[in-house]
């Protein structure tokens, strides 16, 4: 389970980022500044092998589920995340970015739990839990 919340941003669209790095997306150097395109202060910060959209509740919080096969070979992998949100009114592009993180699956159940703030790249880990990913 991913969970992102964007404050005070009620029911506006969200994508979830999933990627295996975070020091290039192609030929794209990453963390890449998205200044130069109308965003300040925001940074891609992992490729995209993977998005999954959704949208902000009434609390401005969104979720998303996704399974990961209980199976020892993958106990130990590691992808990246981030969260991306859409606001006509956050500057020029029209949204921002949450901060990224690196992702362990764990051991044991096959999951881990991973927390982290959106002001955060780092968090504490619990093995043996189903997978789940807070950005809070």
């Not at 990961?68 to 956050?90: C, N, V, W």
């Amino acid at each position: 389970v991913f969970n992102g919340d964007a404050g005070y941003a009620k029911a506006m669209p969200a994508y979830l980022l999933l990627g295996a790095s975070d020091t290039s997306w192609g030929s794209i150097p990453l963390p890449f500044d998205m200044a130069a395109i109308g965003a300040p202060t925001c940074f891609i910060v992992n490729d995209l092998l993977f998005v999954v959209n959704g949208l902000t509740d009434a609390a401005g919080q969104v979720s998303w589920t996704i399974g990961i096969p209980a199976t020892t070979t993958l106990e130990g992998q590691q992808f990246y995340s981030q969260l991306a949100f859409i606001d006509a009114g956050a500057n020029g592009l029209g949204g921002y970015m949450s901060n990224g993180q690196r992702d362990i699956i764990g051991g044991a159940l096959g999951g881990t739990r991973i927390y982290a703030t959106i002001n955060s790249t780092s968090g504490s880990v619990g093995r043996a839990y189903g997978m789940a990913v807070g950005f809070n």
